[in-house]
């Protein structure tokens, strides 16, 4: 982002938006974010709302006298900046943006792999075991046509039968009209055997986890062979099918654009379990989560989380700028904003969360615990939780602990760390100015 020494009117600003896909951020003469948009080409669609026929038009007419400023955060694709759009709407609420802030979660394809005949299905709620995820997706109609185009190429069947490899009674079902017109292997009549839909299963999800060249290049070798035999309307299903299939590449990471509120989380069993498994003399009520984030250009920053009864209070929410560290030091970096928080605690008599939640390893926990040794405070209940493996550190304990990975307890601390990488990573180009962050 290229910012001058000088402020530069909005309509001057968007002049110097690179041409690249991206998200836009409008703030009020209060540098309040009041709308946020998506672009393939963040100049040309920024640059739209400075001209006559925006001010005049209805939709945007209310909207361009109060805009005073504009930012972006340049993404990696449309998708991306699709994602982020979602995401920033829902947590910042602009009031001129209409779409997007209810709680509607982006769609994912899952993949039942604890069943004997795994299914393939749209969700919006994805389950937490005995499945493989692919997702988010930015579009359901999209995801919907894409199920439907691998459906015709891998047979896969999405119907929500409980189909039993060794139960008798399904060789006496009527398949569904899928199995007829060849889009489903039919394993509801063990038309085919459960290694054989097994394989197929794998080839879909080499298909989706990128492995498909391969198949791409018989597909191709097919439509060519369909062609010379002058199989016209073949070969032009088949040039359908490898256009729809491009659009596999328009869903989000799943890591990165991890929704926690897609998983069910009930607050108050992670909250019983917390204080059973680490017992605790009482129920835990407020927990703080922290984690450290690089920005470009080296700067460090540190986010807080605040969660109450086991749902986020986002008023709690903070950002530090990192002042004390030079370059990348995750553990120094830890002991600063640890240190600051706590000291401002004190200062202002306020009660110490009851469980403080670091992003991190051994040795993030140790930084943390020896800022509040050094300011002489005694901590609350301090864990760490890695994101690798999902363990959990504790002080003075040397080998690391491991809770149930569908425990309610590890779900809600799982929630915490991930809002407050979230907080860290998704927001640092928002409000860049020093008013923004904690000093």
């Known amino acids: 982002m290229t910012e001058s020494s000088e402020p530069k009117a909005p309509r001057e600003r968007v002049r110097q938006f690179p041409e690249a896909p991206g998200v836009y951020l409008m703030k009020d003469a209060q540098g309040r974010v009041i709308y946020v948009g998506k672009a393939l080409n963040l100049r040309n669609r920024a640059s739209s709302y400075f001209t006559a026929a925006a001010a005049a038009d209805r939709r945007t007419c209310d909207l361009v006298p109060e805009i005073a400023d504009i930012d972006f955060i340049q993404a990696h694709s449309e998708v991306d900046a699709l994602l982020l759009e979602a995401r920033l709407v829902k947590d910042i609420q602009p009031r001129f ?3 997007l802030k209810d709680d509607k979660t982006f769609p994912y394809l899952q993949i039942t792999t604890g069943e ?17 995820l692919y997702g988010p997706f930015t579009s359901a109609k999209k995801l919907r046509g ?11 069947r999405n119907c929500t039968l409980d189909i039993e490899a060794d139960d008798e009674k399904w060789r006496w ?5 899928l199995a007829s017109i060849n889009q489903c292997t039919a394993p509801c009549n063990f038309r085919i055997s459960q290694s054989d839909y097994r394989e197929d299963i794998r080839r879909l999800i080499l298909f989706l986890d990128g492995k498909k060249d391969d198949l791409v290049v018989e ?9 010379r035999e002058l199989k016209f309307e073949k070969a032009a299903r088949i040039r359908d099918e490898l256009k729809a299939l491009d659009n596999l590449q328009l869903r989000g990471d799943l890591d990165e654009h991890a929704q926690p509120e897609a998983f069910y989380i009930d607050p108050k069993r992670g909250l019983k379990g917390l204080k059973k498994i680490f017992d605790l003399p009482k129920l835990p009520r407020r927990i703080e989560g922290m984690d450290i984030a690089h920005l470009q250009g080296g700067e460090t920053v540190a986010s807080v989380v605040q969660f109450i009864d086991g749902l986020p209070f986002k008023h709690g929410y903070k950002r530090y700028k990192i002042r004390t560290v030079q370059g990348v030091d995750d553990f120094a970096s830890m002991r600063e904003v640890v240190s600051r928080r706590f000291r401002r605690l004190q200062m202002e008599g306020e009660p110490f969360p009851d469980i403080l939640l670091i992003d991190g390893g051994k040795g993030q926990l140790g930084a943390a615990m020896g800022a509040l040794e050094a300011i002489d405070v005694t901590p609350p209940f301090v864990l760490s939780l890695a994101k690798q493996e999902e363990e959990v550190f504790l002080p003075g304990e040397s080998e690391s602990r491991r809770l149930s990975r569908h425990s309610f307890a590890l779900r809600l ?4 760390r991930d809002e407050a990488h979230r907080f860290a990573q998704h927001y640092h180009h928002i409000l860049r100015r020093k008013s923004t962050f904690e000093e």
């Open 116 to 132: 004997d005949f795994p299914r393939v299905e749209f969700t919006r709620k994805p389950a937490t075991k005995g499945v493989k």
């Open 146 to 156: 894409t199920i439907a185009v691998l459906q015709r190429i891998f047979r896969f």
């Open 173 to 177: 079902f009527r398949p569904c009209l």
């Open 219 to 227: 597909m191709k070798r097919e439509m060519e062979l369909a062609s």
């Open 97 to 99: 943006n209409q779409e």
């Open 413 to 416: 601390l799982q929630y915490v």
